[in-house]
């Protein structure tokens, strides 16, 4: 112990002591200030410019190892994969072609009823980096940014539905965690029965709960739950889940319901993120004259001004021309 | 003097950001819980060994790093981490001496009190984590600790 001592001055130690609580109170009022006040964005922004090159590097290897499966698919392969796509795309305009009489009628509806609440108007993809954030949360990193327009609490598809929102945003990437993290809530609807309730994340990517369900409520599983577009979050009408289990204990007043999670959470690498149509202004000035208003309302407002021009990836949700084009096939 | 410090700080920062780099390279699911604390080790490692090249500073800002790629409370980690290897440097001599056990079980110890000090500021800051798995990785991290400080050791002998 002395022999310790008189290697190790009291002079370092006490220099070590005094540097050690500087630093902490230094984190402890970054802390502090980043909770309660939320000023923090630019030292964020500024470290994450540090941090970025780092993810591009892990992520990079990983993106030229899928580049490099893509690149070396057999011709069989490919071809099976063409003749799979096509028969889905067949059945997707089949579906489409229903699809434009029934928004058109349900707009009218809503122009009826002075509401567009939640209708998905323009959608980027982003892919996702291969890097992985924190191991207990739910949460991914996804290539698109501020720059792109993406902005905190965006809503974000994937093919099978929901996926999740966005939770944080820098320069060209940003954090959208997942509809399965323990901290996230969003407003549903069963799709048989019209029943609103909310589905929380359990921390598992295959399992939402319904937790504020009566025993009594009428709901079966397969039911199909969509977004209700309550809070004006989400687009209204996208699938979130089916119901996988429903335990009814009588002794207790609410049911235990589980929810599959209709997007594939743990497997989906290309995310939509969604901008919600604006509420139009001249709906409410149209409404009394009804009849009128579907003409006006059917050639649909498509030039709505992006919150900062979308790269090439930017697409218009115009089923028209799908459709019309699907029309067009032999 | 001057020149000695400039030598030690490369292989520091590089092995820092290498530690960085594993800390966010993507895993299996069941290897994603069991992933040690690399830039913490590595941290440790340094302040034990050359505790004059800035180890707290070091800490410090390996936090933040930390911090921003966890997307978690700016100063989380940082704070966790200074405190924590401020305690490893003042035992660092005793470290030096002790057998691989017993350095070991010392690491297991810091390393769970960091988790600790995550678990206890998550909480603080309104959105904890119930998984139990948070606390695998100081056991994994004190496993692989006699292999990476021989290979640090290696790097920097070199």
């Known amino acids: 112990m002395v022999a310790f001592r008189s290697t190790d001055t009291s002079g370092r130690t006490s220099g070590l002591l005094l540097r050690c609580v500087l630093y902490c109170l230094l984190a402890l009022g970054l802390i502090i200030f980043d909770k309660r006040y939320d000023h923090l964005g630019k030292i964020r922004r500024t470290l994450s410019f540090v941090a970025y090159p780092v993810q591009l590097a892990v992520a990079s290897p990983f993106e030229g190892w899928h580049w490099f499966r893509e690149s070396v698919t057999t011709r069989d392969s490919l071809r099976a994969d063409k003749a799979k796509l096509e028969a889905e795309l067949r059945v997707a305009e089949f579906r489409l072609q229903r699809y434009e009489a029934l928004e058109t009628e349900s707009e009218r509806l809503r122009a009826l009823r002075e509401s567009t609440a939640g209708v998905a108007d323009r959608f980027i993809i982003g892919d996702l980096m291969d890097v992985d954030l924190d191991a207990f949360r739910e949460r991914v990193l996804v290539d698109k940014g501020a720059s792109q327009g993406v902005f905190v609490g965006q809503a974000v598809l994937d093919s099978g539905g929901v996926f999740g929102q966005v939770a944080r945003v820098e320069q060209y990437t940003s954090e959208v965690i997942l509809i399965s993290d323990p901290a996230h809530a969003i407003p549903v609807q069963i799709n048989r029965t019209g029943l609103r309730t909310v589905a929380v994340g359990t921390g598992d990517t295959s399992r939402l709960k319904l937790p504020y369900l009566p025993t009594s409520a009428d709901v079966q599983e397969g039911d199909l739950l969509v977004t209700s577009g309550l809070g004006g979050g989400f687009p209204v009408g996208y699938p979130v889940g089916t119901v996988a289990r429903v335990r009814r204990d009588p002794a207790q007043s609410l049911a235990e319901v589980d929810v599959r999670p209709a997007a594939a959470l743990d497997r989906s690498r290309e995310l939509m993120f969604v901008w919600l149509k604006p509420a139009p202004a001249p709906v409410a000035g149209a409404a009394p004259a009804a009849p009128a208003a579907p003409s006006a309302s059917a050639a649909r407002p498509v030039a709505t001004p992006p919150p900062s021009g979308g790269a090439g990836t930017t697409a218009k949700a115009a089923p028209k021309n799908t459709s019309a084009k699907g029309a067009g096939r032999p | ?158």
């Open chain 2, 1 to 158: 003097m001057m020149r000695e410090e400039r030598v030690r700080r490369l292989p520091m920062l590089i092995s820092a950001l290498v530690a960085l780099a594993f800390a966010i390279i993507p895993l299996p699911a069941v290897l994603d819980q069991l992933r040690p604390d690399f830039l913490v080790l590595v941290v440790f490692y340094w302040s034990i060994e050359s505790p004059r090249a800035g180890g707290l500073a070091l800490a410090f800002f390996s936090g933040l790093a930390l911090d921003v790629i966890n997307g978690v409370v700016l100063g989380q980690h940082a704070l966790a981490l200074t405190l924590i290897t401020a305690w490893a440097t003042h035992l660092r001599l005793r470290l030096r001496v002790f057998s691989v056990l017993s350095q070991s079980l010392t690491i297991f110890m810091l390393l769970t009190l960091y988790q600790f000090i995550l678990f206890w500021v998550d909480g603080a800051t309104g959105n904890p984590v119930v998984n139990y798995g948070r606390w695998l990785a100081p056991v994994v991290g004190a496993v692989i600790w006699p292999i990476l400080s021989a290979t640090l050791n290696r790097m920097r002998e070199r």
